[in-house]
Protein backbone atom coordinates (compact mmCIF):
# COMPACT_ATOMS: atom_id res chain seq x y z
CA UNK A 1 0.00 0.00 0.00
CA UNK A 2 1.06 3.55 -0.91
CA UNK A 3 1.34 6.50 1.40
CA UNK A 4 0.40 9.13 -0.24
CA UNK A 5 0.90 12.00 2.19
CA UNK A 6 4.12 12.82 3.86
CA UNK A 7 2.64 13.27 7.25
CA UNK A 8 5.16 16.03 8.04
CA UNK A 9 4.57 17.96 5.07
CA UNK A 10 1.12 18.34 7.04
CA UNK A 11 2.17 19.01 10.30
CA UNK A 12 5.08 21.62 9.18
CA UNK A 13 2.79 23.26 7.20
CA UNK A 14 0.70 24.09 10.19
CA UNK A 15 3.12 25.45 12.05
CA UNK A 16 4.10 27.23 8.88
CA UNK A 17 0.88 28.54 8.30
CA UNK A 18 0.71 30.00 12.13
CA UNK A 19 3.10 32.48 10.54
CA UNK A 20 6.62 31.82 11.06
CA UNK A 21 7.05 31.70 7.43
CA UNK A 22 5.29 30.85 4.22
CA UNK A 23 4.92 27.32 3.19
CA UNK A 24 3.22 24.91 0.23
CA UNK A 25 -0.14 23.81 1.49
CA UNK A 26 -0.61 21.06 -1.03
CA UNK A 27 0.16 17.47 -0.38
CA UNK A 28 0.91 15.39 -3.21
CA UNK A 29 -2.34 13.41 -4.47
CA UNK A 30 -0.14 11.15 -5.81
CA UNK A 31 2.08 8.43 -5.03
CA UNK A 32 6.46 9.74 -5.51
CA UNK A 33 8.26 8.94 -7.75
CA UNK A 34 12.53 9.02 -7.35
CA UNK A 35 14.66 9.16 -9.78
CA UNK A 36 18.71 8.69 -8.71
CA UNK A 37 21.60 9.93 -11.22
CA UNK A 38 24.71 8.84 -9.36
CA UNK A 39 28.11 9.46 -11.51
CA UNK A 40 30.96 7.67 -10.03
CA UNK A 41 34.10 9.72 -8.86
CA UNK A 42 32.74 13.55 -9.65
CA UNK A 43 33.69 16.10 -7.24
CA UNK A 44 31.51 18.35 -5.68
CA UNK A 45 33.89 21.08 -6.46
CA UNK A 46 33.23 20.36 -10.30
CA UNK A 47 30.21 21.89 -10.93
CA UNK A 48 29.82 25.08 -13.55
CA UNK A 49 27.23 26.86 -11.31
CA UNK A 50 29.52 26.98 -7.96
CA UNK A 51 32.46 29.31 -10.22
CA UNK A 52 34.95 26.41 -8.18
CA UNK A 53 36.34 24.79 -11.47
CA UNK A 54 35.85 25.91 -15.40
CA UNK A 55 34.22 23.05 -16.31
CA UNK A 56 30.87 23.05 -18.59
CA UNK A 57 27.97 21.77 -16.38
CA UNK A 58 25.07 23.51 -18.20
CA UNK A 59 22.10 21.03 -17.11
CA UNK A 60 23.69 20.89 -13.79
CA UNK A 61 23.28 24.66 -13.62
CA UNK A 62 19.95 25.28 -14.58
CA UNK A 63 18.85 22.26 -12.27
CA UNK A 64 20.80 23.89 -9.25
CA UNK A 65 18.46 26.71 -9.61
CA UNK A 66 15.49 24.49 -9.21
CA UNK A 67 17.17 22.26 -6.42
CA UNK A 68 18.59 22.41 -2.94
CA UNK A 69 22.01 22.08 -3.24
CA UNK A 70 24.12 20.95 -0.14
CA UNK A 71 27.50 21.80 -0.95
CA UNK A 72 28.84 20.51 1.97
CA UNK A 73 28.24 17.12 1.41
CA UNK A 74 30.98 14.84 1.69
CA UNK A 75 31.55 10.77 0.68
CA UNK A 76 32.55 9.66 4.54
CA UNK A 77 34.99 6.49 3.17
CA UNK A 78 35.93 7.92 -0.44
CA UNK A 79 35.75 4.73 -2.24
CA UNK A 80 33.27 2.50 -4.44
CA UNK A 81 31.78 0.12 -2.68
CA UNK A 82 31.82 1.11 1.42
CA UNK A 83 30.36 4.55 0.07
CA UNK A 84 27.79 2.58 -2.27
CA UNK A 85 26.35 0.41 0.65
CA UNK A 86 25.91 3.27 2.88
CA UNK A 87 24.06 4.73 0.38
CA UNK A 88 21.67 1.66 -0.24
CA UNK A 89 21.54 0.67 3.62
CA UNK A 90 21.88 4.46 5.17
CA UNK A 91 24.85 2.26 7.27
CA UNK A 92 28.43 3.27 8.31
CA UNK A 93 30.74 0.34 7.27
CA UNK A 94 31.26 -0.58 10.56
CA UNK A 95 27.52 -1.75 10.47
CA UNK A 96 26.87 -2.40 7.31
CA UNK A 97 30.17 -4.69 7.07
CA UNK A 98 31.67 -3.87 3.57
CA UNK A 99 34.91 -2.43 4.78
CA UNK A 100 36.61 -1.78 1.41
CA UNK A 101 36.23 -2.22 -1.84
CA UNK A 102 34.45 -5.56 -3.73
CA UNK A 103 37.11 -7.26 -5.27
CA UNK A 104 39.41 -10.76 -5.10
CA UNK A 105 41.79 -9.28 -2.54
CA UNK A 106 39.01 -8.20 0.00
CA UNK A 107 36.48 -11.09 -1.32
CA UNK A 108 38.32 -13.90 1.76
CA UNK A 109 37.15 -11.10 4.19
CA UNK A 110 33.00 -11.20 2.75
CA UNK A 111 33.13 -7.65 2.23
CA UNK A 112 30.10 -7.11 0.23
CA UNK A 113 26.59 -6.30 0.50
CA UNK A 114 24.79 -8.50 2.64
CA UNK A 115 21.77 -10.06 0.93
CA UNK A 116 19.78 -9.58 4.36
CA UNK A 117 20.83 -5.74 4.16
CA UNK A 118 17.62 -3.38 4.23
CA UNK A 119 17.73 -0.98 1.61
CA UNK A 120 15.67 2.15 0.58
CA UNK A 121 14.81 -0.22 -2.15
CA UNK A 122 13.71 -3.13 -0.64
CA UNK A 123 11.48 -0.35 1.63
CA UNK A 124 10.30 1.03 -1.71
CA UNK A 125 9.86 -2.44 -3.25
CA UNK A 126 7.19 -3.79 -0.28
CA UNK A 127 5.71 -0.48 -0.71
CA UNK A 128 4.64 -1.28 -4.35
CA UNK A 129 7.24 0.54 -6.06
CA UNK A 130 8.82 -0.40 -9.54
CA UNK A 131 12.00 -0.17 -9.25
CA UNK A 132 14.78 -0.13 -11.74
CA UNK A 133 18.58 -0.15 -11.29
CA UNK A 134 20.75 0.64 -14.93
CA UNK A 135 24.95 0.98 -14.51
CA UNK A 136 27.69 -0.21 -12.10
CA UNK A 137 26.55 -2.05 -8.73
CA UNK A 138 30.36 -2.68 -7.40
CA UNK A 139 28.62 -4.82 -4.47
CA UNK A 140 29.38 -8.24 -5.01
CA UNK A 141 32.51 -10.40 -4.44
CA UNK A 142 34.17 -11.62 -7.72
CA UNK A 143 33.46 -15.81 -6.85
CA UNK A 144 35.80 -17.95 -8.78
CA UNK A 145 35.69 -18.97 -11.75
CA UNK A 146 36.07 -15.35 -12.64
CA UNK A 147 34.07 -13.53 -15.51
CA UNK A 148 36.13 -13.54 -18.13
CA UNK A 149 36.07 -10.23 -19.05
CA UNK A 150 38.31 -7.16 -18.76
CA UNK A 151 38.70 -5.80 -14.84
CA UNK A 152 38.86 -9.62 -14.09
CA UNK A 153 42.14 -10.03 -16.17
CA UNK A 154 44.69 -8.36 -14.08
CA UNK A 155 46.30 -9.75 -10.82
CA UNK A 156 42.88 -8.19 -8.60
CA UNK A 157 39.27 -9.27 -10.12
CA UNK A 158 36.99 -6.73 -9.84
CA UNK A 159 33.61 -7.88 -11.71
CA UNK A 160 30.59 -10.20 -10.68
CA UNK A 161 27.31 -10.58 -11.73
CA UNK A 162 24.74 -9.91 -9.14
CA UNK A 163 22.07 -12.61 -8.60
CA UNK A 164 17.93 -11.61 -8.80
CA UNK A 165 18.24 -12.41 -4.48
CA UNK A 166 21.18 -10.03 -4.08
CA UNK A 167 19.37 -7.21 -6.29
CA UNK A 168 17.70 -5.37 -3.48
CA UNK A 169 14.10 -5.02 -4.78
CA UNK A 170 14.76 -4.14 -7.78
CA UNK A 171 12.62 -5.04 -10.74
CA UNK A 172 14.42 -3.94 -13.74
CA UNK A 173 17.71 -4.53 -13.65
CA UNK A 174 20.49 -3.85 -16.33
CA UNK A 175 23.35 -3.70 -14.67
CA UNK A 176 27.23 -4.71 -13.95
CA UNK A 177 29.85 -4.55 -10.91
CA UNK A 178 32.87 -3.28 -12.00
CA UNK A 179 33.78 -2.17 -15.86
CA UNK A 180 36.06 0.08 -16.91
CA UNK A 181 35.58 -0.13 -20.37
CA UNK A 182 33.72 3.32 -20.70
CA UNK A 183 33.46 3.00 -24.95
CA UNK A 184 32.67 -0.77 -24.68
CA UNK A 185 30.60 -0.78 -21.96
CA UNK A 186 29.00 -4.20 -20.83
CA UNK A 187 25.82 -5.67 -19.01
CA UNK A 188 23.74 -8.07 -17.79
CA UNK A 189 20.16 -7.70 -17.97
CA UNK A 190 17.42 -8.93 -16.26
CA UNK A 191 17.03 -12.36 -17.18
CA UNK A 192 20.73 -12.90 -18.06
CA UNK A 193 22.43 -15.66 -16.34
CA UNK A 194 26.05 -15.28 -15.74
CA UNK A 195 27.63 -16.48 -18.63
CA UNK A 196 25.00 -14.21 -20.95
CA UNK A 197 26.49 -10.78 -20.39
CA UNK A 198 26.79 -8.36 -23.14
CA UNK A 199 28.74 -5.60 -24.72
CA UNK A 200 27.62 -2.49 -25.98
CA UNK A 201 29.53 -0.27 -28.73
CA UNK A 202 28.57 3.00 -27.05
CA UNK A 203 29.19 5.54 -24.20
CA UNK A 204 28.16 3.98 -21.40
CA UNK A 205 26.35 7.14 -20.10
CA UNK A 206 24.89 7.82 -23.52
CA UNK A 207 23.62 4.06 -23.66
CA UNK A 208 22.45 3.94 -19.72
CA UNK A 209 20.53 7.53 -20.18
CA UNK A 210 18.56 5.87 -24.07
CA UNK A 211 17.41 2.99 -21.43
CA UNK A 212 16.23 5.50 -18.47
CA UNK A 213 14.63 7.24 -21.28
CA UNK A 214 13.18 4.02 -22.23
CA UNK A 215 12.11 3.57 -18.65
CA UNK A 216 10.70 6.60 -17.85
CA UNK A 217 8.30 7.10 -21.29
CA UNK A 218 7.33 3.22 -21.12
CA UNK A 219 6.02 2.20 -24.01
CA UNK A 220 3.78 -0.30 -23.68
CA UNK A 221 4.39 -0.99 -20.23
CA UNK A 222 7.74 -3.00 -21.13
CA UNK A 223 9.52 -1.51 -18.63
CA UNK A 224 7.34 -1.25 -15.49
CA UNK A 225 3.76 -0.89 -14.60
CA UNK A 226 2.17 2.24 -15.44
CA UNK A 227 0.06 2.07 -12.20
CA UNK A 228 2.92 1.77 -10.10
CA UNK A 229 4.94 4.11 -8.80
CA UNK A 230 8.29 4.34 -9.70
CA UNK A 231 12.16 4.45 -8.30
CA UNK A 232 14.91 4.46 -10.86
CA UNK A 233 18.85 4.81 -10.39
CA UNK A 234 21.09 5.54 -13.08
CA UNK A 235 24.58 4.22 -11.60
CA UNK A 236 27.32 6.18 -14.62
CA UNK A 237 30.77 4.95 -14.76
CA UNK A 238 32.08 8.00 -15.94
CA UNK A 239 33.79 10.42 -14.83
CA UNK A 240 35.80 7.98 -13.34
CA UNK A 241 38.88 6.62 -14.68
CA UNK A 242 39.96 6.06 -17.56
CA UNK A 243 39.55 9.71 -18.84
CA UNK A 244 40.22 9.14 -22.14
CA UNK A 245 37.18 6.69 -22.83
CA UNK A 246 34.71 9.67 -23.30
CA UNK A 247 33.51 10.46 -26.79
CA UNK A 248 35.41 13.53 -29.39
CA UNK A 249 32.02 16.12 -28.78
CA UNK A 250 32.62 16.15 -25.21
CA UNK A 251 36.58 16.39 -25.56
CA UNK A 252 36.06 19.24 -28.20
CA UNK A 253 34.50 21.77 -25.15
CA UNK A 254 37.81 21.77 -23.55
CA UNK A 255 39.94 22.46 -26.74
CA UNK A 256 39.97 25.75 -26.81
CA UNK A 257 40.27 26.33 -23.06
CA UNK A 258 44.23 26.97 -22.13
CA UNK A 259 45.20 23.97 -19.85
CA UNK A 260 46.92 27.01 -17.37
CA UNK A 261 43.49 28.69 -17.00
CA UNK A 262 42.71 24.97 -15.11
CA UNK A 263 45.62 24.55 -13.21
CA UNK A 264 45.00 27.81 -10.35
CA UNK A 265 45.24 25.48 -7.60
CA UNK A 266 47.71 25.98 -5.48
CA UNK A 267 47.55 22.49 -4.32
CA UNK A 268 48.36 21.00 -7.96
CA UNK A 269 52.17 19.81 -7.46
CA UNK A 270 54.32 22.24 -9.96
CA UNK A 271 56.24 19.26 -10.62
CA UNK A 272 53.85 16.68 -11.33
CA UNK A 273 53.00 13.60 -9.35
CA UNK A 274 54.53 10.26 -8.15
CA UNK A 275 52.19 8.94 -11.13
CA UNK A 276 53.43 11.54 -13.32
CA UNK A 277 51.84 15.10 -14.93
CA UNK A 278 48.70 13.64 -13.69
CA UNK A 279 46.81 16.11 -13.29
CA UNK A 280 47.96 18.46 -16.59
CA UNK A 281 47.62 15.67 -18.66
CA UNK A 282 43.93 14.45 -17.22
CA UNK A 283 41.89 17.26 -16.17
CA UNK A 284 40.72 17.96 -19.65
CA UNK A 285 39.31 14.32 -19.85
CA UNK A 286 37.92 14.49 -16.51
CA UNK A 287 35.58 17.80 -17.50
CA UNK A 288 35.14 16.36 -20.70
CA UNK A 289 33.59 13.62 -19.09
CA UNK A 290 31.50 15.09 -16.48
CA UNK A 291 30.24 17.47 -19.36
CA UNK A 292 29.11 14.40 -21.09
CA UNK A 293 27.56 12.93 -18.11
CA UNK A 294 25.79 16.82 -17.68
CA UNK A 295 24.47 16.39 -21.51
CA UNK A 296 23.60 12.69 -20.46
CA UNK A 297 21.81 14.39 -17.26
CA UNK A 298 19.98 17.02 -19.78
CA UNK A 299 18.46 14.29 -21.40
CA UNK A 300 17.11 12.53 -18.52
CA UNK A 301 15.36 15.55 -17.22
CA UNK A 302 14.39 17.18 -20.37
CA UNK A 303 12.15 13.67 -20.73
CA UNK A 304 10.77 13.60 -17.07
CA UNK A 305 9.37 16.91 -17.98
CA UNK A 306 7.92 15.69 -21.53
CA UNK A 307 6.79 13.04 -19.98
CA UNK A 308 4.70 14.93 -17.40
CA UNK A 309 6.70 13.34 -14.21
CA UNK A 310 9.09 16.49 -13.45
CA UNK A 311 6.48 17.57 -10.41
CA UNK A 312 5.56 14.58 -8.83
CA UNK A 313 9.29 12.89 -8.81
CA UNK A 314 12.13 13.37 -6.62
CA UNK A 315 15.43 13.71 -8.44
CA UNK A 316 18.75 13.37 -6.63
CA UNK A 317 22.19 13.92 -8.03
CA UNK A 318 24.72 12.48 -6.48
CA UNK A 319 28.13 10.62 -6.27
CA UNK A 320 30.04 8.21 -4.87
CA UNK A 321 33.05 10.48 -4.24
CA UNK A 322 35.41 12.40 -5.38
CA UNK A 323 38.82 12.89 -7.02
CA UNK A 324 42.05 14.57 -6.54
CA UNK A 325 43.39 13.45 -10.08
CA UNK A 326 46.78 14.16 -9.25
CA UNK A 327 46.36 16.60 -6.20
CA UNK A 328 48.07 16.03 -2.79
CA UNK A 329 49.84 13.51 -4.75
CA UNK A 330 46.64 11.64 -4.45
CA UNK A 331 46.27 9.62 -8.05
CA UNK A 332 42.30 9.71 -7.11
CA UNK A 333 40.33 9.34 -3.65
CA UNK A 334 39.93 6.99 -0.54
CA UNK A 335 41.83 10.08 1.50
CA UNK A 336 40.71 12.84 3.59
CA UNK A 337 41.14 15.66 0.95
CA UNK A 338 38.36 17.79 0.11
CA UNK A 339 38.69 17.14 -3.47
CA UNK A 340 38.27 13.26 -2.74
CA UNK A 341 35.66 13.50 0.13
CA UNK A 342 33.41 16.21 -1.42
CA UNK A 343 30.77 15.52 -3.52
CA UNK A 344 27.93 16.73 -5.26
CA UNK A 345 24.52 16.79 -3.78
CA UNK A 346 21.69 18.37 -5.58
CA UNK A 347 17.78 17.22 -5.14
CA UNK A 348 14.46 18.19 -6.76
CA UNK A 349 11.41 18.14 -5.84
CA UNK A 350 8.92 21.05 -6.98
CA UNK A 351 6.49 22.74 -4.74
CA UNK A 352 7.73 20.92 -1.83
CA UNK A 353 11.71 21.89 -1.19
CA UNK A 354 12.10 25.68 -2.02
CA UNK A 355 15.61 25.75 -4.07
CA UNK A 356 18.55 26.75 -1.81
CA UNK A 357 22.23 26.12 -1.06
CA UNK A 358 22.59 24.79 2.31
CA UNK A 359 25.57 23.93 4.37
CA UNK A 360 24.22 21.12 6.20
CA UNK A 361 27.09 18.82 6.96
CA UNK A 362 25.57 16.03 5.02
CA UNK A 363 27.18 12.44 4.21
CA UNK A 364 26.05 9.48 2.25
CA UNK A 365 24.27 7.43 5.31
CA UNK A 366 21.83 9.89 5.47
CA UNK A 367 21.13 9.54 1.94
CA UNK A 368 18.14 6.83 2.40
CA UNK A 369 16.78 7.67 5.09
CA UNK A 370 15.70 10.93 4.09
CA UNK A 371 14.83 9.91 0.83
CA UNK A 372 12.51 7.72 2.63
CA UNK A 373 11.07 10.22 4.48
CA UNK A 374 10.78 12.53 1.38
CA UNK A 375 8.61 10.38 0.19
CA UNK A 376 6.47 9.79 3.09
CA UNK A 377 7.96 6.68 4.23
CA UNK A 378 9.15 8.06 7.69
CA UNK A 379 8.10 5.38 9.87
CA UNK A 380 9.18 2.12 7.44
CA UNK A 381 12.90 3.80 7.71
CA UNK A 382 15.19 0.44 9.39
CA UNK A 383 15.51 0.74 12.64
CA UNK A 384 19.74 -0.48 12.06
CA UNK A 385 19.65 2.72 9.97
CA UNK A 386 22.77 5.10 11.40
CA UNK A 387 22.33 7.80 9.33
CA UNK A 388 19.84 10.70 9.95
CA UNK A 389 16.49 11.94 8.24
CA UNK A 390 16.60 15.25 7.09
CA UNK A 391 13.75 15.25 5.12
CA UNK A 392 12.19 17.55 7.29
CA UNK A 393 14.94 20.46 7.24
CA UNK A 394 15.13 19.69 3.46
CA UNK A 395 10.92 20.87 3.15
CA UNK A 396 11.22 23.71 5.97
CA UNK A 397 14.69 24.37 6.75
CA UNK A 398 14.71 24.03 10.07
CA UNK A 399 15.46 21.24 11.93
CA UNK A 400 18.52 19.88 14.19
CA UNK A 401 22.08 20.00 12.23
CA UNK A 402 24.80 17.88 12.93
CA UNK A 403 28.36 19.55 14.25
CA UNK A 404 30.71 17.12 12.02
CA UNK A 405 30.85 14.17 8.98
CA UNK A 406 32.75 11.23 10.07
CA UNK A 407 35.91 10.33 7.63
CA UNK A 408 37.22 7.02 7.35
CA UNK A 409 39.33 4.89 5.17
CA UNK A 410 40.56 0.70 5.90
CA UNK A 411 43.59 -1.55 4.73
CA UNK A 412 41.62 -4.54 3.98
CA UNK A 413 41.65 -6.94 6.98
CA UNK A 414 42.98 -4.64 9.70
CA UNK A 415 39.26 -2.86 10.35
CA UNK A 416 40.23 -1.62 13.61
CA UNK A 417 43.58 0.00 11.96
CA UNK A 418 43.70 2.49 9.27
CA UNK A 419 42.64 6.65 9.34
CA UNK A 420 39.66 8.15 10.57
CA UNK A 421 38.97 11.83 11.52
CA UNK A 422 36.08 14.37 11.13
CA UNK A 423 35.34 17.17 9.04
CA UNK A 424 33.53 20.10 10.37
CA UNK A 425 32.48 23.50 8.23
CA UNK A 426 35.95 24.78 9.20
CA UNK A 427 37.91 21.84 10.32
CA UNK A 428 39.84 18.67 9.04
CA UNK A 429 41.46 16.15 11.07
CA UNK A 430 42.61 12.67 10.64
CA UNK A 431 44.29 10.41 12.22
CA UNK A 432 46.32 7.65 10.77
CA UNK A 433 46.69 4.34 12.75
CA UNK A 434 48.70 1.64 12.05
CA UNK A 435 50.19 -1.65 14.43
CA UNK A 436 53.62 -0.65 14.26
CA UNK A 437 53.76 3.14 13.86
CA UNK A 438 53.18 6.53 16.07
CA UNK A 439 49.68 8.10 14.83
CA UNK A 440 49.88 10.49 12.18
CA UNK A 441 48.11 13.37 12.68
CA UNK A 442 47.00 15.95 10.53
CA UNK A 443 44.76 18.69 11.06
CA UNK A 444 43.59 21.37 8.46
CA UNK A 445 41.71 25.03 9.09
CA UNK A 446 39.81 25.49 5.73
CA UNK A 447 39.19 28.88 6.36
CA UNK A 448 42.43 30.16 6.28
CA UNK A 449 43.98 27.13 4.07
CA UNK A 450 41.35 25.91 1.56
CA UNK A 451 43.94 24.06 -0.15
CA UNK A 452 44.99 21.83 2.74
CA UNK A 453 48.91 22.71 2.49
CA UNK A 454 49.51 23.59 6.25
CA UNK A 455 49.30 20.65 9.05
CA UNK A 456 48.12 22.68 11.92
CA UNK A 457 47.79 19.63 14.34
CA UNK A 458 51.33 20.58 16.37
CA UNK A 459 50.13 24.26 16.68
CA UNK A 460 46.19 24.19 17.67
CA UNK A 461 46.44 21.56 20.33
CA UNK A 462 43.37 22.29 21.97
CA UNK A 463 41.38 22.26 18.44
CA UNK A 464 42.70 18.31 17.69
CA UNK A 465 41.21 17.75 21.03
CA UNK A 466 38.23 18.77 20.57
CA UNK A 467 37.96 17.46 16.83
CA UNK A 468 39.48 13.91 18.48
CA UNK A 469 36.79 14.05 21.10
CA UNK A 470 34.11 15.34 18.73
CA UNK A 471 35.26 11.93 16.54
CA UNK A 472 35.40 9.58 19.42
CA UNK A 473 31.50 10.42 19.70
CA UNK A 474 31.70 8.91 15.93
CA UNK A 475 33.27 5.87 16.86
CA UNK A 476 31.20 4.66 19.94
CA UNK A 477 27.76 5.36 17.35
CA UNK A 478 29.25 2.74 15.12
CA UNK A 479 30.86 0.49 17.59
CA UNK A 480 34.11 1.15 15.55
CA UNK A 481 36.97 -1.25 16.69
CA UNK A 482 39.45 1.22 16.10
CA UNK A 483 38.77 3.12 18.70
CA1 LIG B 1 33.68 4.91 -7.25
Redesign the pocket.
Known amino acids: MIQRTPYYVTIACLILMMGLKSCHWNSPSTPINLLIIYP ?2 MRGQAMGFLGLEHVKTPHLDQFSSQSLVLDQAVSNYP ?2 SPTRASFMTGQYPQNHGVWSNCNSLSSPFNYELPANAKCWSDVLSEKGYDTGYIGKWHLDNPRPPYIDVKNNQGHVKWNEWTPPERRHGFDFWYAYGTYDHHNRPMYWSNEASRDSFHFVDQWGPAHETDLAIDYLKNKGNKFRDDNKPFALMVSMNPP ?1 MPYDLVPKKYKLLYDDVPLDSLLQFPNIPEEGTKWGDYYRKNIKNYYAMISGVDDQFGRIMATLKSQGLEKNTVVLFAS ?2 GNCLGIHDEISKNNHYEESMRIPFLIRWPEYIQPRIDDLLISTPDFAPTLLGLMGFHEDIPPETDGTDYSNLFLTGDGERPDSQLFMSVNVGKEAFGARGVRTHRYTLMIQKDLDKKDQVELFDNHKDPFQLINVSEKEINIKKKLTKELEGWLVKTKDPWL
Do not use: F, P, R, S
Request: aromatic share 0%; hydrophobic share 15%.
Open positions: DQICHDH
